[in-house]
C-alpha cells in the first residue's frame, strides 16, 4: 500500500489505484469523492455497483440532480431498488465521470440472496469535523480483527478486485469507490496475480423509472433538504473550489428549525420565541447522543420538533425537511410510488395531529356555504366581557404556576444534615454516597413551605423591537380588568388589536403578549396610566412593578423567555418580596399556545351563542 500524495483528498492507494472508503448514502464520503475527482483528474471511474445493471445506472447517474429508480428482479421475482440520488459516493463517482467524459464502470459481483446488513459506523458526521483519513484510520484500528468475511462478501470483494486490476492495465489513473467495509479487503486482492472466475446471478435487464413527489419525501435516506444543501454546495464548489463543501449538517438543522419556525407563524398564525430553537436544538442533540449518533435522524428531528413546540411546527418542519425542488423528470420516465419499507425495510412512522377547525361541525357549515360579516358592536352596552371556559382555564394555569413557584422556592431553601435523631424529610441519596467514607447518613431538611405566591405574571412576547431593526408594535391593546366574583383573579394584559379578528357577532380573537393575575380581585387601578409605572422600559416590566405593588404575599411568579432586570428584583426586595423566575421554556407549549389565544365578547348576552363560533 502506497500512501496518497500530499496533495491530494485521501485515498488508499496501490500502484495507479485510488481507492475511497466510502459509506452508502452519505453527503460527507460523496463530498470527498468529488473532490478527489478533480484534484486527481482520473481517466477512469469504477464504483460498487451491480455490473450486470451499468447501463441503466449509468443512464440513472447522468440524470442527476433528478431523482432515479433502478428495478431488477432476484430469481424469485422479488424487486430489487438501486436509489439514485445525489448526496451518494457512488452515483457521485459516476456523474463526476460522465460530466467530464471519462470513462465509468460498474464492478460489483451481482449475487442473490445479499443478507440486509448494517455495519456498527461511527457517526459519519465525524468525517466532517476530523476528515475521511482520520476516520477511516479510527474504523480500521477498531476492526483489525473483524468477523471472517461471508462467502458472497469475499466472491465480491475477488470480483472487485479483479475488475480494478483489468482497468489499472489499460487507464493511467483508476478511482475506485467502494463500501468501507470492504476497502481494506479488496485492497489486500489487489496483489494476487490470478483471480478465480465468478458467475453473476442470472438477472434481466434494470428498469430505470422515477418517483412521484409524495415518495421523494419519503424514500430520500437524509431528507430532501439535505439532499438540496449537498447539490447546491456542490454546485458552488465546481464554480469555486474554496467554497465551503460539505454543507455542515448542525447548521443546516438550525436553519431548517429557524425557517420552520417562520413558516409556522406565517401559516399557523402562532408564535415561534427563541427559547424554542434552543430547546429544540438540545432535544434533538441529547436524543442523537443516546441511539450513540452525533447528528439526529430525520426521525429525531420531528421528534424534537413535536415535542418542544406541537405537531403543527412539526408539520412545516417536515414539509421543509422533505422538500426537494429538482425532481423535474425532463426525459419523460414513467413515475413510481415508493414507500420507505420497500426500498430500506422496517422504517419508523411519524404521526402529525393537526390543531385546526373541524369544518364538518363548523357553526358557519352548518348555517350555509356563502361568507359571513360579523360587527363587533360596543356603543349602548354595559361593556365587554371575557370567555369563562378561558377564565377557568388561565385561573387554573395560573393556579399550578404559583405552586410550582412554590416549590422552587422550598427546593432553595433545603438543606442537607447528618442524621441525628431523625429522618426529617427522608434520606439525601447523593449527599450520603459522596459521604460514604464517613460512615453516615444524610438527610433532607425542607425547612418552613413559602407563602403562596400572590401575583402572577406570564410573558409570552415582550414587545421590543429587535436590534437595528424598525419597531413594530405587536400588542397594542393594554387593558386592566377585574375579576367577576370572589374566584377570579384582576388582570391586566397588553395583546393584538382588539377588533382584527371578527369570529362571530360580537365576538373577536385576542393574543395575549403577556398577562398579570393577582388575587384577590377588585383591587387593581389602570396599570397602564398610572404614572408610578411611566420609568418601566417595557410592557413586561410594567405587569412585574405592578404586580409586586398588588400581591399580598412575599412571592411574585414571573414567567418569561429572559429573566427581569436586576433593578426590579431590587425593588421586590425593598418591600420584603421576592421575584421567582420560570423560563417559559420549561412549560407545555402546546398549553401556552392554548392560553395565549383569547375571545372578547361584546356584551354578556353573548356567552349564550359563544360556544357556536369558539374552537
Known sequence: MLPSPVSLPFALRYENIWLVPAIHYNMETAAHVCQLFHALRPDCVAVELAETLQEPLLRAASRLPDISVVISYTAQQNPLYYLC????????????ALENR?????????????PDLRDPLPDPYAIFRVGLEQYWYAYYSLAINPPKASQQDEARELHMAKRLKELSARH??????????HAARILGHLSKKHFTESKHAPREMGEICTVTE?????????GGF???????????????PVSPFPPDRRLLLLKLYKEGGVNYIEKQKGSFPGYHLRNLMKFSRNYAIISQKLTPSLFQILTAAKGCVDNNYAYEVWKLATEYPFLRNLDNLSEIDLSPDDIWGKSQII????????????????LGKEKRHYKLITSGRPGFCSYQPEDNAIEKYG?????????????????????????EDGVDMKETIRHWPERKLYVKVKGKPPDNAGSVIMIFDEDKPDEGMPFVEKYPWCVTWHGEHSQESDMAFYATRFGEDIVGPGICRCEYGGFMLTYPPRRVLDVWIDPDYAPCQSKSEVLLAAGIDYSLTRTIVYVAAKPPRPLLKSYANKYGKR????????????????????HVLDSHEKRQIADDYIF
Open 579 to 598: 421575584v421567582v423566575y420560570i423560563p417559559i421554556g420549561q412549560l407545555s407549549p402546546v398549553t401556552l399556545m392554548e392560553l395565549k389565544k383569547f
Open 102 to 114: 471519462c470513462a465509468a464502470y460498474c464492478i460489483d459481483l451481482d449475487v442473490d440472496f445479499y
Open 226 to 240: 439535505l439532499s438540496t444543501a449537498y447539490e447546491k454546495a456542490r454546485s458552488q464548489f465546481l464554480i469555486t
Open 351 to 366: 404521526r402529525f395531529r393537526l390543531l385546526q377547525k373541524n369544518e364538518k361541525s363548523s357553526f358557519f357549515n352548518r
Open 399 to 423: 393556579d399550578f404556576l404559583k405552586k410550582k413557584g412554590s416549590q422552587i422556592l422550598s427546593e432553595e431553601q433545603a438543606r442537607t444534615l447528618p442524621f441525628s435523631t431523625s429522618l
Open 172 to 181: 493511467e489513473k483508476v478511482l475506485a469507490v467502494c463500501g468501507i467495509a
Open 214 to 222: 409524495e415518495s421523494c419525501r419519503e424514500i430520500l435516506p437524509d
Open 85 to 96: 440520488e445525489p448526496a451518494d459516493a457512488a452515483f457521485e463517482g459516476l456523474r463526476c
